[in-house]
């Protein structure tokens, strides 16, 4: 029996107590919102949690630098990632907060970018558009917004959280994503808060342990950006914490973020869970899983709404994970297609499969029969669009 | 100063001793080719290098079962991969020579196949279509036909090999690609035949030597099938030999064949040279090279000519290898886009590196700037046609 219940909240960020947000028109993205920001009332904890790419963007670079653990204030900006810009890149940062922090009285302002990579930031540009922010202002959509590339929606979600003893805390998150959506960390930017009063360890390790079952078992592509980030900051507005509610509430919001992001992957029309079962460990499921959503034969057999397990099969056998021909099982949904040596897959299976894949999100499930390893990645199909939207973005 | 010539030879397998090949059309493909064979009038020593997916199709695990080191006959097929069937895949290939090999007199028979993986083989029409074989033939393009599956044109070549101490051999190779080209092994179908009097073992050894820096140098797709295989034929009919020539005409002879499958690639209009150098040792060259040719947005950027270096960047970044921003360099040619912290990408640069990719063929030097190792990979564009192609394949 749970001890809280979880209510959805209407708006996101704006909603959660001593938040405010917004996003405004720089110029950078045509007459859409390109620059943004996320402002607490009070300083919040801050976890942030960046990818593993060797070449991280200035804005992570700077975060480093500052050793960043209390902040009440993200600037944010889509259109260009202050990425491979050297020392400038964090120099343009740090001249930008220099303007910007006496005159709304910021505490360790962060910056966030994501965008082309290898061209310098327009910081006099993004540095005028923010002079002009309403730090007052509670606009979520306008501040999703400010961070889209090539996203087609806005990705955001909150909640309010009852605890049994009494009291509430609330929890909300924006992300993007798209393209360069990757299998080994944040793979996009991400922005949660929330007004509990969660001490920051429990934040960051509650964060570690949910990024592998949700940013982490995405893929769009199989690209890792040099900017991925996801930030936690937490104000303990609410006065209300409870360690199991928290964690319960963080991993949904994580996950529904993640989700959306596959979900809006570059021209993706599928969300495809797969879900490997009967791994020798659950590495080897995770690595299996993970191959799939990166496979391009399995990608485009996702476009085609072919069920050419036989493309499953070569990948998992490909993936260097403990397997046998005789113990491995496929099924798209219920529909099994190979069973531990059977080809299953007559004309009436292969229509009922098809069926499946007709559908705008469904599962796979592969059990290795190795063991007892499971993992679910999150994949989604690749069709022309894919190619249409990354062979012409830059020009 | 060498000490051997090289002579291209017009065909390629049926021209070298005691080398017969052909092609027939046993209606698995349309009434295109689909069942060939290589013969040869004397048992050859036989060198194979299989794939590393773990599901090897059945026939390796017939090669593997026979243990087969000396034959004098492959029959090959395509359409049908003979993969995740299982005990029957192999019973399928004994029975079927169990029929030919008392009929043609053949010396522990290989079957090779290539195409759709977990559909049973038709065995009985494969079988009728061998009984018709002629073995006199010489026939080279209907056996190179007869093993391809989405290739688009026939992949040989063929050299006479002259020693300065007089005397010649000849070899030549036949292969098939396009799909399923991966990063790990020999990803395709190659057939390789000698009559140089080449021991078994230096074969063997010069041919595992090549192997890394030719077929396992390639990459279409990232994705690796269950039944790549490179067989090598020696039947010493020539009665010459020379190591070093020998070593020099095999590496030839691979590395060609490697660039015409990349060249082939499914719907690729690009063949990509992506030499990485100065990384920590060769292996690391080799890790950044190959995340190059498998990265999804760098290779819709070669598909869209789009010079966009910070993908590049990003993708070297992301594969793992020690790398620093001060430290890389990027040129398309001799047109140098990124040096070591400096951005060289005005409006005339971006010109001249976007008319370097409007080529069919380049290359992208990554200087790394952080040791001495190098490897070069070999990739292709991702476009329209890998999409229609894949999504379409089975139906």
Chains 1, 2 share one sequence.
């Not at 949910?210 to 893929?219: D, H, K, L, Q, R």
Request: glycine share 8%; aromatic share 8%; net charge negative.
């Amino acid at each position: 029996m749970a001890s809280f219940r979880l209510i959805p909240l209407e708006g996101t960020i704006a909603q959660v107590a001593g938040f405010h947000c917004d996003g405004v028109r720089a110029g950078l993205k045509g007459d859409d919102f390109d620059v943004g920001f996320i402002y607490s009332q009070t300083p919040c904890d801050v976890v942030a949690l960046f990818t593993t790419n060797k070449f991280q963007a200035a804005p992570l670079r700077h975060f480093h630098k500052h050793q960043i653990q209390k902040s009440n204030f993200i600037l944010a900006n889509s259109k260009n990632a202050n990425a491979m810009t050297g020392a400038q890149g964090v120099a343009d940062i740090e001249e930008i907060f220099a303007t910007l922090t006496p005159h709304f009285d910021l505490h360790n302002p962060i910056m966030s970018s994501t965008g082309v990579i290898g061209v310098p930031l327009p910081k006099e540009t993004i540095l005028q558009a923010a002079l002009q922010f309403d730090l007052k202002a509670r606009n979520d959509i306008h501040f999703a917004r400010s961070i889209m590339t090539t996203d087609t929606f806005e990705k955001r979600i909150g909640f309010e959280v009852h605890l049994k003893e009494g009291g509430s805390f609330r929890i909300a998150g924006v992300a993007k994503g798209a393209g360069m959506i990757d299998p080994a960390m944040a793979t996009m930017l991400a922005f949660i808060v929330t007004d509990a009063a969660v001490p920051r360890e429990i934040m960051e390790e509650v964060a570690k342990k949910y990024v592998e079952t949700t940013f982490n078992a995405i893929s769009v592509d199989g690209d890792r950006s040099t900017n991925d980030s996801l930030f936690l900051l937490a104000n303990g507005m609410s006065g209300h914490f409870d360690a199991e509610a928290f964690a319960f509430a963080l991993e949904k919001v994580m996950h529904h973020l993640a989700l959306l992001i596959v979900k809006d992957g570059e021209g993706a029309k599928k969300l495809v869970a797969f879900h490997v079962t009967g791994a020798r460990d659950d590495q080897e499921a995770k690595r299996a899983a993970k191959a799939l959503t990166n496979s391009l034969l399995v990608k485009t057999a996702l476009f085609g709404e072919d069920p050419n397990w036989g493309r499953i099969a070569a990948t998992i056998g490909a993936s260097g994970v403990a397997c046998k021909e005789d113990r491995l099982r496929i099924a798209f949904e219920d529909v099994v297609v190979y069973d531990r040596g059977k080809i299953l897959f007559d004309r009436q299976q292969e229509e009922a499969a098809h069926k499946v894949m007709q559908r705008p999100e469904f599962s796979i499930h592969c059990d290795l029969g190795m063991g007892r390893g499971s993992f679910t990645a999150y994949g989604c199909d690749l069709g022309y669009e894919y190619v249409k939207i990354n062979a012409e973005y830059r020009t």
